[in-house]
């Protein structure tokens, strides 16, 4: 059997299947980020609202430093075995269903919302809302509101605008367009606590982050005249600091911030798996190197799991980005 083409749903399409369904399960992406997390928050609140049932599928820990969102309490690797049959799941911010992670329970085709804004969606859904020129899974979730007549609340615009802060890397990154800047002032006046993401996400650090963050730095190398600097984080660095997996977020874009350079990676060795964490300032395009090794993400930062060693990740992933024009 041949099997229909995947397509891109509009607001409306959506907003009509979620008036339908009675129950939801938010799906966020393993190693959960505030834009997975916070997208599903929202649109799970406001669902609430309107009376509906709202769990939140998540396989690993909330990190601490998303612990304010609220909802966040109430994720889980569980769920329950009552679910209804015709049970929504929603997957925010991830381009293929398979980042959910091995724990999440077989979901029919028929029974999936994919919510994104990656580059390369897959559209595995009944129902694909993909807008690529949005800076947050959490805006693309505006739209739907927006559809639903939802109220927001403090409550939601908190975690939308976590949504975009974190994407946007505190309104830094090149994502962050006038429109961005517009939604976060509307929701600073529906009662987003900006200050309370800025000091949760961005400004408070663990001690042990900071040690870390110095063995990463140590072990900086150069290659391409400059414009590639990479570096790795190993299971020993994490024991010798006290550091783990959660602080290293975000340390890669100290490597990208480095004079001269075009493209950094960081490569984590942890837990007897390599991720990398791909930056370029946007001389070169990283979603494409990260996806030439299974991975994705966006132009300017994506990421990937390699199957091998150390020196072998290192190889292939200069390899992807050479090819990418590095
Ligand atoms: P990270 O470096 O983990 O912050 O990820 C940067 C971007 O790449 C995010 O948009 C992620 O969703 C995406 N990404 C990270 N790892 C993967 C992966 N293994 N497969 C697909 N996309 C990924
Ligand atoms: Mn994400
Ligand atoms: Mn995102």
Same mark, same amino acid.
């Not at 399409?13 to 929202?42: N, W």
């Not at 020993?236 to 975000?250: K, R, S, V, Y």
């Given at each position: 059997m041949?099997e229909s083409?995947?397509?891109?749903?509009?607001?409306?399409?959506?907003?009509?299947?979620?008036?339908?369904?009675?129950?939801f399960?938010m799906?966020s992406h393993v190693?959960?980020d505030?834009d997975?997390?916070g997208a599903g928050f929202?649109?799970g609140?406001a669902?609430?609202?309107?009376g509906?049932?709202?769990l939140y599928?998540?396989?690993?820990?909330?990190?601490?430093?998303?612990?304010?969102?609220?909802e966040s309490?109430?994720v889980?690797? $569980? &769920?329950p075995a +009552?679910?209804?049959d015709?049970a929504?799941? =929603? #997957?925010?911010d991830m381009?293929?269903w398979r980042?959910?992670?091995?724990?999440?329970?077989?979901?029919?085709r028929e029974?999936?919302l994919?919510?994104?804004h990656?580059?390369g969606?897959?559209?595995f859904?009944?129902?694909?809302?993909v807008?690529?020129?949005?800076?947050s899974?959490g805006?693309?979730v505006?739209h739907?509101l927006?559809?639903?007549g939802a109220?927001?609340?403090?409550a939601i615009?908190?975690?939308?605008?976590?949504?975009?802060m974190?994407?946007t890397?505190?309104?830094?990154?090149?994502?962050?367009?006038p429109e961005a800047?517009?939604?976060s002032a509307q929701?600073m $006046? &529906?009662?987003? +606590?900006?200050?309370?993401?800025?000091q949760? =996400? #961005?400004?408070?650090?663990?001690v042990?982050?900071?040690k870390l963050?110095?063995?990463?730095?140590?072990?900086?190398?150069?290659e391409?005249?400059?414009?590639?600097c990479?570096?790795y984080v190993d299971d020993?660095?994490?024991?010798?600091?006290?550091a783990?997996g959660?602080?290293?977020e975000?340390?890669?874009?100290?490597?990208l911030?480095q004079?001269?350079?075009d493209?950094?990676a960081?490569f984590?060795?942890?837990?007897?798996?390599?991720?990398?964490s791909?930056?370029?300032n946007?001389a070169?395009n990283?979603?494409?190197a990260?996806?030439?090794?299974?991975g994705?993400?966006?132009? $300017?930062?994506s990421?990937?799991?390699?199957?091998?060693?150390?020196?072998?990740?290192?190889?292939?992933?200069?390899?992807a980005l050479?090819?990418?024009?590095?």
């Amino acid at each position: 059997m041949i099997e229909s083409r995947p397509r891109s749903s509009n607001a409306r399409e959506v907003a009509e299947e979620l008036r339908r369904r009675r129950c939801f399960v938010m799906v966020s992406h393993v190693k959960p980020d505030g834009d997975t997390l916070g997208a599903g928050f929202a649109l799970g609140i406001a669902l609430k609202r309107f009376g509906k049932r709202v769990l939140y599928f998540q396989q690993d820990a909330v990190p601490r430093n998303l612990r304010f969102l609220p909802e966040s309490n109430l994720v889980t690797a $569980r &769920l329950p075995a +009552d679910l209804p049959d015709d049970a929504l799941y =929603v #997957f925010c911010d991830m381009s293929d269903w398979r980042r959910a992670g091995d724990r999440l329970p077989a979901v029919l085709r028929e029974n999936m919302l994919d919510i994104d804004h990656h580059l390369g969606n897959a559209l595995f859904g009944k129902l694909n809302f993909v807008l690529e020129n949005e800076c947050s899974t959490g805006c693309v979730v505006v739209h739907l509101l927006r559809e639903l007549g939802a109220p927001i609340d403090a409550a939601i615009a908190t975690c939308i605008l976590t949504t975009i802060m974190t994407d946007t890397g505190g309104f830094m990154h090149s994502n962050t367009t006038p429109e961005a800047l517009e939604l976060s002032a509307q929701l600073m $006046r &529906l009662g987003a +606590d900006k200050e309370k993401i800025t000091q949760e =996400v #961005f400004l408070r650090k663990r001690v042990a982050a900071t040690k870390l963050l110095g063995r990463i730095i140590a072990a900086m190398a150069f290659e391409h005249d400059g414009r590639y600097c990479y570096s790795y984080v190993d299971d020993a660095m994490l024991a010798q600091t006290g550091a783990d997996g959660e602080d290293t977020e975000d340390v890669v874009n100290v490597l990208l911030g480095q004079d001269g350079v075009d493209v950094a990676a960081l490569f984590k060795a942890i837990d007897g798996e390599i991720r990398v964490s791909l930056r370029s300032n946007g001389a070169v395009n990283v979603q494409a190197a990260a996806a030439r090794l299974g991975g994705g993400g966006h132009f $300017r930062a994506s990421g990937l799991t390699f199957d091998g060693r150390l020196p072998e990740a290192f190889e292939g992933v200069e390899r992807a980005l050479i090819a990418e024009g590095l």
